[in-house]
């Protein structure tokens, strides 16, 4: 049996980018319990993840990976400062760089945080090859968008 299409395109719920946006607010709702053992907001968590990816990025790698401008990405990173989970130093070579480095603190948070991704799946409810598959579908579709973009 077909599955019936509605055919009017201007209904929310016929909208990607509607279904992509909810999503996305439902992810952040189902990260703020998993997180907050760890004092960790979803954002602040996104920016430990490249930190424990690659210890000593600068403020523009960090916000180069995580799409973010440093008017976004400044608070969060003096909220980790205070937090004694990471430390800011200018760059020796570029006074203009800012390097983020984890502190002790910040490295040990790692192994906290390792039982987030199954915990999430598990609230996502569908199998990993099916998870995987639509995350590498979405960074092909904004891969697209970004180069249509440009």
Not at 50 to 61: I, P, R
Not at 90 to 108: H, I, K, N, P
Not at 139 to 149: D, K, V
Request: contains cysteine.
């Amino acid at each position: 049996m077909k599955q019936s299409h509605d055919t009017d395109m201007l209904k929310l719920s016929q909208q990607l980018c509607f279904a992509l946006y909810s999503t996305s607010h439902s992810f952040t709702r189902a990260y703020k319990p998993l997180l907050e053992p760890l004092g960790l907001t979803y954002p602040q968590y996104l920016v430990m993840l490249v930190l424990w990816e690659e210890d000593g990025v600068t403020v523009k790698e960090i916000g180069a990976k995580l799409q973010l401008d440093s008017g976004t990405l400044t608070p969060l990173l003096k909220r980790l400062d205070a937090a004694g989970l990471i430390t800011r130093t200018r760059d020796s070579g570029d006074e203009r760089q800012v390097r983020v480095t984890l502190t002790d603190a910040g490295r040990a948070l790692r192994a906290r945080a390792e039982g987030i991704p199954k915990r999430l799946g598990e609230v996502i409810g569908e199998p990993l090859d099916a998870i995987i598959a639509l995350r590498e579908r979405l960074n092909a579709i904004r891969a697209n968008m970004a180069a249509a973009a440009e």
